[in-house]
Nanobody, 125 residues
Framework: QVQLVESGGGLVQAGGSLRLSCILSGRTFSSYTMNWLRQAPGKEREFVAATSKIGGYTYYADSVKGRFTISRDNAKNTVYLQMNSLKPEDTAVYYC??????????????????WGQGTQVTVSS
């Protein structure tokens, strides 16, 4: 059974940075495309970023492009989300999700089989 655990959330001022981490256990990490999504109060879940199984490809939502960077370390079973130039509208619970599908098949999706518990990111103005 795949288990995902996120960490690294917190409170930061606008313009600041945070780095989120997500560790996968229970299965082979490199078998999964890894995704970050977020959900703000009262809003629908939103895709943020994805990285392919070996990390050679990445994809970002327009709202975070140029500010966020997704990366992965397959030796550590960990995917990261470096968030720079944070804005108040980035405030949300951030989730990582694992997808066994081939890169490009479900890119940008918001529904996956495996999710972490989420980590809160709050950006103050």
């Amino acid at each position: 059974q795949v288990q995902l655990v996120e960490s690294g959330g917190g409170l930061v001022q606008a313009g600041g940075s945070l780095r989120l981490s997500c560790i996968l256990s229970g299965r082979t990490f490199s078998s999964y495309t890894m995704n970050w999504l977020r959900q703000a109060p009262g809003k629908e879940r939103e895709f943020v970023a994805a990285t392919s199984k070996i990390g050679g490809y990445t994809y970002y939502a327009d709202s975070v492009k140029g500010r966020f960077t997704i990366s992965r370390d397959n030796a550590k079973n960990t995917v990261y989300l470096q968030m720079n130039s944070l804005k108040p509208e980035d405030t949300a619970v951030y989730y990582c999700a694992a997808d066994p599908a081939t890169w490009g098949v479900r890119i940008g999706a918001t529904s996956y089989d495996y999710w972490g518990q989420g980590t809160q990111v709050t950006v103050s103005s």
